[in-house]
Protein backbone atom coordinates (compact mmCIF):
# COMPACT_ATOMS: atom_id res chain seq x y z
CA UNK A 1 0.00 0.00 0.00
CA UNK A 2 2.80 2.30 0.47
CA UNK A 3 4.22 1.69 -2.32
CA UNK A 4 1.15 2.77 -4.12
CA UNK A 5 0.80 5.77 -2.57
CA UNK A 6 4.52 6.70 -3.01
CA UNK A 7 4.01 5.39 -7.03
CA UNK A 8 0.97 8.11 -7.02
CA UNK A 9 2.83 10.90 -5.45
CA UNK A 10 5.57 10.32 -8.01
CA UNK A 11 3.00 10.72 -11.19
CA UNK A 12 1.26 13.98 -9.45
CA UNK A 13 4.89 15.66 -9.21
CA UNK A 14 5.71 14.53 -13.01
CA UNK A 15 2.49 15.88 -14.36
CA UNK A 16 2.57 19.76 -12.10
CA UNK A 17 6.28 19.32 -13.85
CA UNK A 18 5.31 19.30 -16.92
CA UNK A 19 2.36 21.88 -16.63
CA UNK A 20 4.45 24.30 -15.42
CA UNK A 21 7.21 23.82 -18.04
CA UNK A 22 4.42 24.27 -20.40
CA UNK A 23 2.88 27.98 -18.90
CA UNK A 24 7.07 29.03 -18.74
CA UNK A 25 7.38 28.42 -22.82
CA UNK A 26 4.58 31.03 -22.98
CA UNK A 27 6.84 34.43 -23.39
CA UNK A 28 4.85 37.69 -23.64
CA UNK A 29 7.73 39.27 -25.61
CA UNK A 30 7.29 36.51 -28.23
CA UNK A 31 3.50 37.35 -28.72
CA UNK A 32 2.63 38.94 -32.23
CA UNK A 33 0.81 42.11 -31.81
CA UNK A 34 -1.49 42.71 -34.93
CA UNK A 35 -1.47 46.09 -36.71
CA UNK A 36 -4.08 47.20 -35.78
CA UNK A 37 -3.75 47.12 -32.08
CA UNK A 38 -0.31 48.77 -32.19
CA UNK A 39 -1.71 52.45 -31.87
CA UNK A 40 -3.56 50.84 -28.53
CA UNK A 41 0.10 49.56 -27.26
CA UNK A 42 1.29 52.98 -27.57
CA UNK A 43 -1.60 54.55 -25.82
CA UNK A 44 -1.43 52.52 -23.20
CA UNK A 45 2.38 52.87 -22.61
CA UNK A 46 1.89 56.81 -22.55
CA UNK A 47 -1.01 56.67 -20.34
CA UNK A 48 1.57 54.36 -17.89
CA UNK A 49 3.95 57.59 -18.58
CA UNK A 50 1.03 60.21 -18.05
CA UNK A 51 0.04 58.21 -15.13
CA UNK A 52 3.41 58.49 -13.27
CA UNK A 53 3.15 62.55 -13.98
CA UNK A 54 -0.44 62.55 -12.63
CA UNK A 55 0.86 61.21 -9.14
CA UNK A 56 2.41 63.94 -8.46
CA UNK A 57 0.24 66.24 -10.13
CA UNK A 58 -0.70 69.73 -9.09
CA UNK A 59 -3.05 72.43 -10.36
CA UNK A 60 -1.23 75.67 -10.83
CA UNK A 61 -4.17 77.57 -11.80
CA UNK A 62 -7.42 76.00 -11.82
CA UNK A 63 -8.93 78.84 -14.64
CA UNK A 64 -8.18 77.57 -18.02
CA UNK A 65 -5.96 80.47 -19.86
CA UNK A 66 -4.53 80.66 -23.29
CA UNK A 67 -0.76 79.62 -24.02
CA UNK A 68 1.65 79.95 -26.52
CA UNK A 69 3.08 76.84 -28.24
CA UNK A 70 6.10 76.98 -30.32
CA UNK A 71 6.43 73.74 -33.08
CA UNK A 72 8.60 73.86 -35.83
CA UNK A 73 7.87 76.33 -38.98
CA UNK A 74 5.60 74.77 -41.34
CA UNK A 75 4.20 71.83 -38.76
CA UNK A 76 0.97 74.28 -37.42
CA UNK A 77 -1.79 72.53 -39.15
CA UNK A 78 -0.14 69.43 -37.80
CA UNK A 79 0.84 69.83 -34.48
CA UNK A 80 -2.52 71.42 -34.09
CA UNK A 81 -4.31 67.90 -35.43
CA UNK A 82 -1.72 65.19 -33.42
CA UNK A 83 -2.34 67.56 -30.32
CA UNK A 84 -6.32 67.65 -30.69
CA UNK A 85 -5.88 63.25 -30.99
CA UNK A 86 -3.62 63.60 -28.32
CA UNK A 87 -6.64 65.42 -25.84
CA UNK A 88 -9.09 62.62 -27.46
CA UNK A 89 -6.98 59.47 -26.58
CA UNK A 90 -5.07 60.27 -22.97
CA UNK A 91 -8.91 61.75 -21.65
CA UNK A 92 -7.56 65.12 -21.03
CA UNK A 93 -10.80 67.04 -22.40
CA UNK A 94 -10.91 68.26 -18.79
CA UNK A 95 -7.73 70.17 -18.45
CA UNK A 96 -7.15 70.99 -22.11
CA UNK A 97 -10.18 73.10 -24.06
CA UNK A 98 -8.97 74.44 -27.36
CA UNK A 99 -6.23 74.17 -29.99
CA UNK A 100 -6.04 76.89 -32.75
CA UNK A 101 -3.72 78.38 -35.58
CA UNK A 102 -3.98 82.11 -35.53
CA UNK A 103 -4.46 82.76 -39.06
CA UNK A 104 -6.15 85.95 -40.97
CA UNK A 105 -7.56 86.85 -44.11
CA UNK A 106 -5.97 88.54 -46.81
CA UNK A 107 -6.04 89.23 -50.67
CA UNK A 108 -2.77 88.58 -52.24
CA UNK A 109 -2.28 90.53 -55.09
CA UNK A 110 -0.02 88.27 -57.77
CA UNK A 111 0.20 88.92 -61.50
CA UNK A 112 -2.16 91.24 -61.29
CA UNK A 113 -4.74 89.47 -60.03
CA UNK A 114 -6.35 89.71 -56.54
CA UNK A 115 -6.51 86.25 -54.97
CA UNK A 116 -8.22 85.73 -51.18
CA UNK A 117 -5.53 83.57 -49.07
CA UNK A 118 -5.42 82.79 -44.81
CA UNK A 119 -2.13 83.72 -43.61
CA UNK A 120 -0.37 82.57 -40.69
CA UNK A 121 -0.31 85.72 -38.18
CA UNK A 122 2.30 84.04 -35.96
CA UNK A 123 4.16 81.35 -38.04
CA UNK A 124 5.96 78.78 -35.94
CA UNK A 125 3.05 78.97 -32.95
CA UNK A 126 -0.06 77.55 -32.02
CA UNK A 127 -2.47 78.87 -29.25
CA UNK A 128 -3.61 76.44 -26.50
CA UNK A 129 -6.15 77.10 -23.92
CA UNK A 130 -6.11 75.06 -20.98
CA UNK A 131 -5.87 74.09 -17.29
CA UNK A 132 -1.82 74.36 -16.15
CA UNK A 133 -1.17 71.01 -14.38
CA UNK A 134 2.25 68.69 -14.77
CA UNK A 135 -0.08 66.65 -16.91
CA UNK A 136 -1.73 68.92 -18.97
CA UNK A 137 1.91 70.48 -19.47
CA UNK A 138 3.22 67.13 -20.43
CA UNK A 139 0.65 65.69 -22.78
CA UNK A 140 1.40 69.32 -25.16
CA UNK A 141 5.35 69.51 -24.72
CA UNK A 142 5.31 65.69 -26.06
CA UNK A 143 3.14 66.41 -28.74
CA UNK A 144 5.53 65.29 -32.31
CA UNK A 145 7.33 69.02 -33.76
CA UNK A 146 6.54 70.90 -30.49
CA UNK A 147 9.55 72.65 -28.82
CA UNK A 148 8.48 73.98 -25.63
CA UNK A 149 6.21 76.76 -24.29
CA UNK A 150 6.53 80.67 -24.22
CA UNK A 151 7.81 81.29 -20.98
CA UNK A 152 10.77 79.80 -18.81
CA UNK A 153 11.92 76.45 -19.01
CA UNK A 154 8.89 74.40 -17.44
CA UNK A 155 7.01 77.70 -16.33
CA UNK A 156 4.78 78.96 -19.08
CA UNK A 157 3.66 82.20 -19.14
CA UNK A 158 -0.41 82.89 -20.16
CA UNK A 159 -1.20 85.28 -22.35
CA UNK A 160 -2.98 88.10 -21.16
CA UNK A 161 -6.95 88.40 -22.07
CA UNK A 162 -6.35 92.26 -23.92
CA UNK A 163 -4.12 90.11 -26.63
CA UNK A 164 -5.81 86.97 -26.99
CA UNK A 165 -9.16 89.18 -27.56
CA UNK A 166 -6.91 91.28 -30.64
CA UNK A 167 -5.87 87.68 -31.95
CA UNK A 168 -9.34 86.40 -31.84
CA UNK A 169 -10.61 89.45 -33.82
CA UNK A 170 -7.60 88.92 -36.51
CA UNK A 171 -9.03 86.00 -36.64
CA UNK A 172 -12.73 86.67 -37.12
CA UNK A 173 -12.72 89.80 -39.66
CA UNK A 174 -14.82 88.72 -42.73
CA UNK A 175 -13.57 91.89 -44.65
CA UNK A 176 -9.77 90.31 -45.93
CA UNK A 177 -6.95 92.65 -45.54
CA UNK A 178 -4.98 93.36 -48.85
CA UNK A 179 -1.50 91.47 -48.43
CA UNK A 180 1.33 93.42 -50.47
CA UNK A 181 5.06 94.19 -50.72
CA UNK A 182 4.40 97.84 -50.00
CA UNK A 183 5.74 100.62 -47.42
CA UNK A 184 5.48 104.12 -47.55
CA UNK A 185 8.38 105.58 -49.26
CA UNK A 186 8.81 103.09 -51.74
CA UNK A 187 9.34 104.11 -54.96
CA UNK A 188 6.24 102.88 -57.51
CA UNK A 189 5.66 102.72 -61.42
CA UNK A 190 1.88 103.31 -62.74
CA UNK A 191 0.93 100.70 -64.82
CA UNK A 192 -2.72 101.57 -65.70
CA UNK A 193 -5.02 105.20 -65.84
CA UNK A 194 -4.23 108.53 -66.71
CA UNK A 195 -0.83 108.41 -64.84
CA UNK A 196 0.46 105.23 -66.79
CA UNK A 197 3.88 105.04 -66.86
CA UNK A 198 4.66 107.58 -64.66
CA UNK A 199 6.67 107.21 -61.20
CA UNK A 200 5.21 108.06 -57.84
CA UNK A 201 6.09 107.67 -54.24
CA UNK A 202 4.17 105.96 -51.99
CA UNK A 203 2.70 108.52 -49.10
CA UNK A 204 0.13 106.41 -47.37
CA UNK A 205 -0.99 103.11 -47.89
CA UNK A 206 -4.99 101.67 -46.72
CA UNK A 207 -4.82 98.02 -46.42
CA UNK A 208 -8.95 98.00 -45.63
CA UNK A 209 -9.67 99.13 -49.11
CA UNK A 210 -7.18 98.34 -51.03
CA UNK A 211 -5.91 101.92 -52.28
CA UNK A 212 -2.49 103.82 -51.73
CA UNK A 213 -1.73 107.52 -52.06
CA UNK A 214 0.83 108.24 -54.21
CA UNK A 215 2.50 111.80 -54.81
CA UNK A 216 3.37 112.13 -58.71
CA UNK A 217 5.31 114.95 -60.26
CA UNK A 218 3.50 116.63 -62.30
CA UNK A 219 4.25 119.94 -64.26
CA UNK A 220 7.35 120.04 -61.52
CA UNK A 221 5.05 119.80 -58.24
CA UNK A 222 4.41 116.87 -56.59
CA UNK A 223 0.70 115.73 -56.88
CA UNK A 224 -0.88 113.28 -54.28
CA UNK A 225 -2.98 110.90 -56.28
CA UNK A 226 -5.00 108.05 -55.29
CA UNK A 227 -4.26 104.31 -56.73
CA UNK A 228 -5.51 101.18 -56.38
CA UNK A 229 -2.57 98.48 -55.78
CA UNK A 230 -3.40 97.18 -58.75
CA UNK A 231 -2.46 99.80 -60.80
CA UNK A 232 1.15 99.96 -59.21
CA UNK A 233 4.55 98.16 -59.58
CA UNK A 234 7.61 98.70 -57.11
CA UNK A 235 10.44 100.01 -59.08
Do not use: C
Not at 5 to 25: D, G, M, S, T
Not at 106 to 128: A, H
Not at 157 to 168: A, G, M, Q, R, Y
Not at 187 to 216: T, W
Amino acid sequence: MDNQEEKKQEENEIVNNQVEQEENLIDPSDVEIKEDSKEDVSQLEEKRSLGKVLEEDKTRDSNPQWYVVHTYSGYEDQVAESLKQRIESLDMKDKIFEVIVPKEKQIEIKGGKRKKIEKKIFPGYIMVKMIMTKNSWYVVRNTPNVTGFIGTGTDPVPINEDEVELILKRMGVEEPKYKIDLEKGDPVKINDGPFKDMEAVINDIDQEKGKIKALVNIFGRETPVELDFLQVKKI
